[in-house]
């Protein structure tokens, strides 16, 4: 049952029921709220229209103190939201001057001229708090209603998460005034769900101060641990610490990171700490290693070089693979994935060099080579490990779980040789 | 207001309500209804929870004739969703030997034994119809109750997508018996929402037989048609029309697909298409172009390398850019993007060199070059093109928008240069 201090969300956009995108926002909102110790018990998507929008708020506003609305806040028709609001709890919209002024300058500083459709965005139900918007013409609203409170913001995220910071969560924490609810992750690669749990065995299930999530993700698990209301810190530490132990025990290096950091993140602060540096030599992966490691700020000071070899012929002239042993093994062989790692790490000067080959789909498997066949290598000064999988999934979950694998390969070595 | 041809859909897991994951399910369940003439015309998310699980279908169910439930079928305590669905219908949970059969079969297959978690997903509502999964422990099921179904699918993407459309689908084709329901897309990059209605003028807003729906996305905005009911194909077929010669007029090469291909797919169709060949020198973007045009299945045909310069020392040994240059202009210049696109092209011997470099943040920046500088390069034999643009927004967004940028100006070059 939704209690005090839980808040609901409506995600508003037709898009979002058709299809036509995915929702951001209710991760981005539940991830956040926890710092303040709010929870989000239920939330809703509902299309762009007045009295769908106007009857949803009706109903969940007697069952919660906190509202949020996103989307639908633009300039276009199809942006009915403010009306939306404002007809459900009887409020007439009106016009606001200060607004209207800040939105024609933000046109006069593009060279351009606010038209009738823009005019609206200046239009708040009455009574509204007007969140002002830096990055687009929506500015967000909040407006209450006995004692609980109706927050809208606008669609976009880069939009809607500073105003959210700026003006909705220091509202959220004044209103429910707790302490932060405490999350603590356990990340794992390379084992399924219920391999997991039987690995781990009691070590999970005898959990009494938080409540255990296992989310599967890309290449492994995470085991999130939530606190329960009114659990003791010192019997969350001891939990917490207890499940550690238990799954370095169980799961060695596959276990790879307690707290919030992917695989290219961990890696990343390993080698500039060790003073060590990376390149990546991809097939298969096409660039995903080197997008997943330069994604982390401050990539720079670790990754010099990657070469995406697609064609043989690149092999050949971009990374020295001998013409002999692609014409003997084939690109996606251990041999070829073999001189890949080293002729990356050789030509960047590199600690380390990283490769990988292998058969991404749809096309391109034969009886010997199937879809999923992938190669991952590391190579250092004086060897290279490499490691043959086949991954199941699309071209794009292949790709992916390549790539996650080949970077758990140069953890799995790091850690060995520390 | 709900019409009889609509579903809703009921999300359930506690992750998507703490932000521990975003949920992927309903943009494939309402992308995939719209080929039957079907709408979700709500969707709802709610926690690991059987009380809650079991309020929210009993108050469902009178307003749609089918409901899609979501996740929460896996071995762990936290998965509820089936004993949520038994509640709510007042029925019983049942063993079914057959699955239980099948899933000590899946365990022993991969050397392992189920364990009692494991039997509880052999447990239904009395009833139910039982959809195998090929890829998993979890069965799907449906229930009916009076005129209406309710289906439930498991959580993980892979098992979900291909269960929805062997079992799910097809009963609904058959529940609602209609004609598919016309959606058109037409994609545009490097131009805003406000100002892509504004450029439209009235071909935007005089449109009778479609709805429009405008969703800005990483570098762009899509403009999306969806069929009212009931409207004519012709007028249709005219109005989708005029729209494509409008963008065209208006727009020129930013607007750059009738469809659903991405920047990415449209360069490499056309690529394909005259058997020509493309390689990518990145900095700033870190292989997100060659992710981008790998991503595409047959890419190997046209896309030839790519090399991640992230170090000077890579720019001048990979790429050949001269010493001179990096001292003289700096590594964030148009001199130097130019020399890594020409670069890429000649070492790899392909027709085009896209580059790009530029300052993703969050540190970096000088006063004369701040984050989100970019330049962007397309390089052919006697000529390069090399655009200077500032990105507004985080590392993740800057980066994603520059490469997108990029594979635009070699868009841009290719309809030019026919």
């Known amino acids: 049952m939704p209690a005090r201090h839980d808040i609901e969300v409506i995600l ?91 939105i024609r300058e933000f046109f006069a500083a593009r060279g351009r001229t ?25 500015p967000g609203f909040a407006v209450t209603a006995g004692d609980a409170v109706v927050f809208v913001l606008p669609g976009p995220p880069p939009e ?13 924490a004044r209103l429910f005034d707790l302490p932060p609810l405490r999350v603590e992750t356990f990340r794992t690669i390379g084992v399924g769900e219920s391999q997991l749990v039987e690995m781990l065995g009691d070590a999970a299930a005898g959990l009494g101060a938080f409540t255990v999530s296992w989310l599967p993700t890309v290449a492994g698990v995470d085991v ?12 969350m530490d001891a ?22 950091r992917p695989i290219a993140g961990v890696v990343g602060d390993l080698l500039a700490a060790r003073g ?17 490691v330069t994604a982390h700020p401050g990539a720079s000071a670790y ?16 990374l020295g693979v001998r013409a002999e042993t692609l014409g003997q093994y084939g690109a996606v062989s251990e041999e070829t994935c073999t001189e890949m790692a080293h002729g990356i790490r050789r030509r960047s000067r590199s600690t380390y060099g990283v490769a990988t080959t292998g058969i991404a789909g749809p096309t391109g498997a034969t009886p010997h080579k199937p879809v999923g066949l992938t190669f991952m290598g590391v190579a250092w000064e004086g060897g290279v490990q490499v490691k043959r999988v086949i991954y199941p ?7 992916d779980r390549a790539a996650h694998g080949a970077l758990w390969l140069l953890y799995d070595h790091l850690r060995r040789h520390a």
Not at 29 to 44: K, M, P
Not at 62 to 71: E, F, H, M, V, W
Not at 121 to 138: C, D, L, V, Y
């Open 12 to 102: 508003v956009g037709d898009e979002l029921l058709r299809g036509q995108r995915g929702d951001e926002h209710l991760a981005f909102l539940g991830r956040e709220v926890r710092a303040l110790g709010v929870r989000v018990s239920r939330a809703h998507t509902v299309g762009d229209d007045v009295a769908a929008i106007a009857g949803l708020v009706r109903e969940r506003l007697p069952r919660t103190r906190a509202l949020i609305l996103t989307g639908g806040l633009g300039p276009t028709a199809d942006d009915v939201t403010r009306e939306g609001v404002a007809e459900a709890l009887d409020l007439g919209l009106e016009f606001d001057e200060p607004t209207w002024a800040w």
């Open 114 to 138: 606010p038209t009738d459709a823009n005019r609206r965005q200046a239009h708040f139900p009455a009574g509204s708090e007007i969140f002002a918007n830096a990055r687009g013409t929506a």
């Open 160 to 172: 809607l998460q500073p105003m959210a910071r700026e003006f909705v969560f220091p509202r959220l």
């Open 224 to 235: 999130v641990l939530t606190a329960r209301r009114g659990a003791e810190a010192a019997a």
């Open 239 to 260: 939990e917490a610490e207890r499940l550690h132990a238990r799954l370095g025990e169980a799961l060695g290096t596959r276990y790879f990171e307690r707290g919030e």
């Open 276 to 292: 060590e540096t990376l390149s990546a030599a991809e097939s298969l992966t096409g660039g995903t290693v080197a997008r997943l």
């Open 303 to 318: 990754f010099l070089a990657g070469v995406v070899a697609y064609a043989d012929e690149a092999k050949r002239e971009l």
């Open 393 to 399: 999934g699309d071209r794009s979950a292949v790709r």
